[in-house]
Nanobody
Framework: QVQLVESGGGLVQPGDSLRLSCAAS????????VGWFRQAPGKEREEVSC??????????FYPDSVKGRFASSSDSARNSVYLQINSLKLDDTAVYFC??????????????WGQGTQVTVSS
């Protein structure tokens, strides 16, 4: 059974940093693509990161809305993917999800989803 479990969310202040984790079981992330998404109340789900296994260091993509502040990385030994979020803004408040697919390139539909971790940015 495939499981993705996110962690690392919490209540932070504007300007703080967070690192979210996505740990997989029953599925090897080393040869997969992992996306990070977020959904704020009343808003549509937004993809904020994609990291693929198409290259040895993991090719990554970010939308312009988060480029420069968000960074995704992977650790095959821990079968985990991380999302580093810097300079957090109030608008970053959302539930953050990771998703995975057994395909080495970004752009594919994701097959597996985690339950999400809440990030709340408040002063």
């Amino acid at each position: 059974q495939v499981q993705l479990v996110e962690s690392g969310g919490g209540l932070v202040q504007p300007g703080d940093s967070l690192r979210l984790s996505c740990a997989a079981s029953g599925f090897t992330l080393e040869y997969a693509t992992v996306g990070w998404f977020r959904q704020a109340p009343g808003k549509e789900r937004e993809e904020v990161s994609c990291i693929s296994s198409s290259s040895s260091d993991g090719e990554t993509f970010y939308p312009d809305s988060v480029k420069g502040r968000f960074a995704s990385s992977s650790d095959s030994a821990r079968n985990s993917v991380y999302l580093q979020i810097n300079s957090l803004k109030l608008d970053d408040t959302a539930v953050y999800f990771c998703a995975a697919v057994a395909y080495p390139y970004c752009g594919a539909e994701f097959d597996y989803w985690g339950q999400g971790t809440q990030v709340t940015v408040s002063s």
